[in-house]
């Protein structure tokens, strides 16, 4: 099984805070992408909505009187004559009279000019002044008041929500990583004594500690940062193809521009990743031996020998991280730049073709509520491009640690077994921690119950290789020990713990200097 499944299942454990997480992470993102179509239809429908048709009509509620009579908006009952406000310059001016099309528009001497291509028309029209331009817009100041105190809920809503996914997200990933600690620390009492022989307690504590500590990135960070984007990205794109179709669809050409780059990036970063671990790993290992056999080092004068294999070990990782650094910094913040200005040109070579076009209808609350989401689009694209060094960190971590957990281990058994009488036999055993090397050959000897059995040689003659044998912290790579004439490779557990009490009737001792 892949790292990255066995670390979705270990997120499987807590989903339902996840899902909390990830139901809240989809309102604040619903609330906080409605914002564009409100300004949408703020600017539309009542900043720019002065200059929709105006209808004659009696003096009433949402009427502005202009000149002795007074008009309505479009849609509002009229009495069919029609008139229009519209922009010229910084002016507006008023014309009474309906307007045929639109287009490039000049103002002179008491005459309004539209000209589009070939055509052109003239129109008498009045200059506002600004309490008129004013009155006009006072019936809009309600709805958009309206407008800005709905979005302002939205925006109270969507922080709340955003709150509470991290809250839950962080609460999960904090027990996940609790959960897996343990799982790791049990699995290190479950591994034979000659495990700890060839992989030094300073590797160990790096795996339990860093490596853990690089995942919980993974759940806190990396995989928030995903969520976050992925729905973004999503509700980015139904909002964009609700605007409009055809600019969506050239948006889309990002997504497989983007796994491209993802693949390519993993491959170069898993394999600095792996030599950056593997080497924190060594530092940690080599600084605890260098700490516990300090004596032995200043006692023999190898401190210049020490720091230069510290020295080896600290500047092949700082190659590798610079190595890393230079991969993330020419790609991550300029390949989303280089994508940004490709779907701005796009964005306006479109829009400028549509505006050339007779029937073209693009409003200002459309060209607005497009350019706020592509640039929101690629806020998500950003935050995803930088978490995938943190996203390779955690999966080589995680292999790491899983790579411990695999290891072959034995439970200890709880079941009561009786009383050992005593009777020992080594039978022909052979033993060494090196394969190939033997400490013991072809050993035999046996301490009946009661007898006493005194271990004498010199420093590394296998005095305390037997003991170790005895207790099962290692077995024999030829013959059996009995005891009791049960071999003990059979008893339950990894260790036969209750033989302790044989230690008693077998001594070792060292010999006189």
Known sequence: MSTGKRLFRYALNYKKIILIALAMLTVAVVADLAGPFIAKRMIDNHILGIESVWHKTEAGDGAVEYNGSFYTKDGEAGNGVSARILQVGRNFVFVDADVEFDGSRSYEDGLLTISKGSKAAQYEAEVLSGDDLMNFYKPEIPNIIKLLSFYFGLLVIASIFQYGQRFYLQKSANR???????????????????????????????????????????????????????????????????????????????????????????????????????????????????IQGMSIIQAFSREKETQQEFETLNKEHFTYQNKLLSLNSSTSHNLVGVLRNIVFVAFIWYFGGEALQPSSAISLGVLYAFVDYINRLFNPVQGIVNQLANLEQALVAGERVFNLMDEEGIDVSEKEIPRYKGNVLFDHVSFGYKEGEYVLKDLCFEAKQGETVALVGHTGSGKSSIMNLLFRFYDPQQGKILIDGMDITEMQGRRCGSIWGLSSRIHSFLPAQ
Not at 206 to 235: K, P, Q, W
Not at 260 to 289: C, Q, T
């Open 176 to 290: 996940i990583i609790q959960r897996l600690r343990e799982d790791v620390f049990r699995q290190i009492q479950r591994l034979p004594i000659q495990y700890f022989d060839n992989l030094p307690a300073g590797k160990v504590v790096a795996r339990i500690t860093n490596d853990t500590e690089a995942i919980r990135e993974l759940y806190v960070t990396v995989l928030s940062t995903f969520f976050t984007s992925f729905i973004y990205i999503t509700g980015i794109y139904i909002a964009l193809f609700i605007l409009n179709a055809n600019l969506a669809a050239i948006c889309l050409l990002l997504l497989p521009i983007l796994y491209v780059w993802a693949k390519l990036y993993r491959k170069y970063a898993s394999k600095y990743n792996h030599v950056i671990r593997s080497r924190v790993s060594d530092i940690n290992g080599m600084i605890n031996e260098s």
